[in-house]
C-alpha cells in the first residue's frame, strides 16, 4: 500500500489505474468487501446472464429502472430480468436471494451498506407472484435489503 501511495504522488496514475483494476477483478468478496464477507453461493446453471466479472461491477446499471430508456433498446431484453436473477440465484437454505444476510444478493449488500427498495416491489423468490404492480400492497415480500 506504502507503495502504491508513491506511485499516486509521482502522478502515475496509470499504476493506480491497474491497480484499481486489479481490485475489481479480483474475487468478488474481497473486490466488494475488503474482508470476510460470507461466501456467495453460485447460481444455478453454467453461467450468468452476462459475464461473470461484468456483472459483478455492471449488475446494477443493468437492473435500474431509469436506465430502461438507453439500455433496454441496446443490450437489454428480458436477459437482464430481475425475476430472472432470482430465479438462478435464490439461496438453498432461504429459498430467497435476500432473506438472510447471506442470502446472494444480500451479501455483498449488506457489507457494502447498499439498500435496496426493489424488494419493496419485486419478490425475492422465484416462483412467487411479483407484487411490482401498482395494484398490490408493498409488503408481501417481507425482510431483505
Ligand atoms: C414501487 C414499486 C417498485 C420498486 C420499488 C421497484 N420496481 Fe422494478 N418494477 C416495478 C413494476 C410495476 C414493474 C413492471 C412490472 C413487471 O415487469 O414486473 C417493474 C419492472 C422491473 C424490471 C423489468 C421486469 C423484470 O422482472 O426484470 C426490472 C429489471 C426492475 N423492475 C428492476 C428493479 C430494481 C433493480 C429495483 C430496485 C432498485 C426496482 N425494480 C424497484 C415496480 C417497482
Ligand atoms: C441462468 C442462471 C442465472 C441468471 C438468470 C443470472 N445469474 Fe448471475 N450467476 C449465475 C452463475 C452460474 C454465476 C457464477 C458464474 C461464475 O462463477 O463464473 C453467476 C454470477 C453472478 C454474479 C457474480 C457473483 C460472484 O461470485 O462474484 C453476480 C453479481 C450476478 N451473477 C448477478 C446476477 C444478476 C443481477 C442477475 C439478473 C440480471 C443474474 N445474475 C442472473 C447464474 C445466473
Ligand atoms: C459481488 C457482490 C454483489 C452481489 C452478489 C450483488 N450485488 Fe448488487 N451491488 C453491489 C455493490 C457493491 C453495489 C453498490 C455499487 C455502487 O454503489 O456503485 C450494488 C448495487 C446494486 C444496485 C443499485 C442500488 C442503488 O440504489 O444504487 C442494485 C439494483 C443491485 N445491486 C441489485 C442486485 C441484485 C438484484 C443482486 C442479486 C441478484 C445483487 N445486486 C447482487 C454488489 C453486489
Given at each position: 500500500?506504502?507503495?502504491?501511495?508513491?506511485?499516486?504522488r509521482?502522478?502515475l496514475?496509470?499504476?493506480?489505474?491497474?491497480g484499481?483494476?486489479?481490485?475489481?477483478?479480483?474475487?468478488?468478496?474481497?473486490?466488494?468487501?475488503?474482508?470476510?464477507?460470507?461466501?456467495?453461493e453460485?447460481?444455478?446453471?453454467?453461467k450468468?446472464v452476462?459475464?461473470?466479472?461484468?456483472?459483478?461491477?455492471?449488475?446494477?446499471?443493468?437492473?435500474?429502472?431509469?436506465?430502461?430508456?438507453t439500455m433496454?433498446?441496446?443490450?437489454?431484453t428480458?436477459?437482464?430480468?430481475?425475476?430472472?436473477?432470482?430465479?438462478?440465484?435464490a439461496?438453498?437454505?432461504?429459498g430467497?436471494?435476500?432473506?438472510?444476510?447471506?442470502?446472494?444478493?444480500?451479501?455483498?449488500?449488506?457489507?457494502?451498506?447498499v439498500?435496496?427498495?426493489?424488494?419493496?416491489?419485486h419478490a425475492?423468490?422465484?416462483?412467487?407472484?411479483?407484487?411490482a404492480s401498482?395494484?398490490?400492497?408493498?409488503?408481501?415480500?417481507?425482510?431483505?435489503q
Open positions: 500500500m506504502a507503495k502504491l501511495a508513491g506511485c499516486l509521482a502522478g496514475r496509470l499504476a493506480v489505474l491497474a484499481v483494476a486489479a481490485l475489481m477483478a479480483a474475487p468478488s468478496s474481497e473486490a466488494v468487501a475488503g474482508v470476510d464477507l460470507p461466501k456467495l453460485r447460481g444455478k446453471g453454467e450468468c452476462e459475464d461473470t466479472q461484468f456483472m459483478r461491477r455492471n449488475h446494477m446499471d443493468l437492473l435500474k429502472h431509469q436506465r430502461d430508456e433496454r433498446k441496446g443490450i437489454r428480458t436477459r437482464h430480468s430481475l425475476k430472472r436473477c432470482v430465479e438462478c440465484h439461496s438453498e437454505k432461504t430467497s436471494v435476500a432473506a438472510s444476510k447471506e442470502d446472494f444478493c444480500a451479501a455483498c449488500h449488506s457489507y457494502a451498506s439498500k435496496l427498495d426493489c424488494w419493496d416491489c425475492t423468490r422465484p416462483g412467487k407472484k411479483s407484487a401498482p395494484h398490490v400492497p408493498s409488503q408481501v415480500n417481507g425482510g431483505g
